[in-house]
């Protein structure tokens, strides 16, 4: 049973109620190399019980399909943060002479790195510039929207005209008996056909008509 990750920096150890699972170096020559490339550590040679977590894989790297969490047989591990790893031997070398000159010591914190951050939380961006693209995908999709939007509302408007002087027409017509009373009744909307000629002449005088 594995008890803790291989990677540099990595405090992940085992537990059942935590939903991390541990991998062992594949045992194919090639791939094994190959994850001992990425691991970066001097003179790092793994065992038989030696393991990496899932935080340095990829979502893409699992196969999800039966009950168990398993790695596809290309997988490799590409997700470190050897700089917060790094700090983290400084911060630990200042803690010991700190110890040793008998300063007091506070409660320690654990220290998550950005990839940790990441993988808990799969709404984050990885960098700066992965967030700006996607800034920039969002605004031009507003932007389209927005131009859309518009051309809609001019052919609404254009419709709007069209049905007001359609409705001052025929009851133009049916004012001077050239149409029988009750036509607007019959081929205009009820809306329309309720209203008094008056209120069409007015609204269709009016060149910023927008809506009705």
């Given at each position: 049973?594995?008890?803790?990750?291989?990677?540099?920096?990595?405090?992940?150890?085992?537990?059942?109620?935590?939903?991390?699972?541990?991998?062992?170096?594949?045992?194919?020559?090639?791939?094994?190399?190959?994850?001992?490339?990425?691991?970066?550590?001097?003179?790092?040679?793994?065992?038989?019980?030696?393991?990496?977590?899932?935080?340095?894989?990829?979502?893409?790297?699992?196969?999800?399909?039966?009950?168990?969490?398993?790695?596809?047989?290309?997988?490799?591990?590409?997700?470190?943060?050897?700089?917060?790893?790094?700090?983290?031997?400084?911060?630990?070398?200042?803690?010991?002479?700190?110890?040793?000159?008998?300063?007091?010591?506070?409660?320690?914190?654990?220290?998550?790195?950005?990839?940790?951050?990441?993988?808990?939380?799969?709404?984050?961006?990885?960098?700066p510039m992965e967030a700006k693209k996607?800034?920039?995908?969002?605004?031009k999709e507003i932007a389209s929207l927005?131009?859309?939007?518009?051309?809609?509302?001019?052919?609404?408007?254009?419709?709007?005209?069209?049905?007001?002087?359609?409705?001052?027409?025929?009851?133009?017509?049916?004012?001077?008996?050239?149409?029988?009373?009750?036509?607007?009744?019959?081929?205009?909307?009820?809306?329309?056909?309720?209203?008094?000629?008056?209120?069409?002449?007015?609204?269709?005088?009016?060149?910023?008509?927008?809506?009705?």
């Open positions: 049973m594995p008890t803790n990750c291989a990677a540099a920096g990595c405090a992940a150890t085992y537990n059942k109620h935590i939903n991390i699972s541990f991998h062992r170096f594949p045992l194919d020559p090639k791939r094994r190399k190959e994850w001992v490339r990425l691991v970066k550590r001097k003179n790092f040679v793994p065992g038989k019980h030696t393991f990496l977590c899932s935080k340095h894989f990829e979502a893409s790297c699992f196969d999800l399909t039966g009950q168990t969490r398993r790695l596809k047989m290309d997988a490799v591990p590409t997700i470190f943060d050897f700089c917060t790893h790094i700090k983290s031997m400084k911060l630990k070398s200042r803690n010991l002479l700190e110890k040793n000159s008998c300063t007091p010591a506070g409660p320690s914190k654990s220290n998550f790195s950005s990839q940790q951050v990441l993988l808990e939380h799969s709404y984050a961006f990885r960098n996607r800034i920039i995908k969002l605004e927005k131009r859309k939007m518009k051309t809609c509302l001019q052919k609404e408007r254009r419709a709007t005209r069209r049905w007001i002087k359609a409705t001052c027409l025929v009851k133009n017509l049916e004012a001077n008996n050239i149409l029988p009373k009750g036509t607007s009744e019959h081929i205009l909307p009820t809306v329309l056909s309720n209203l008094p000629l008056e209120n069409f002449k007015i609204l269709e005088q009016d060149k910023a008509l927008s809506v009705l």
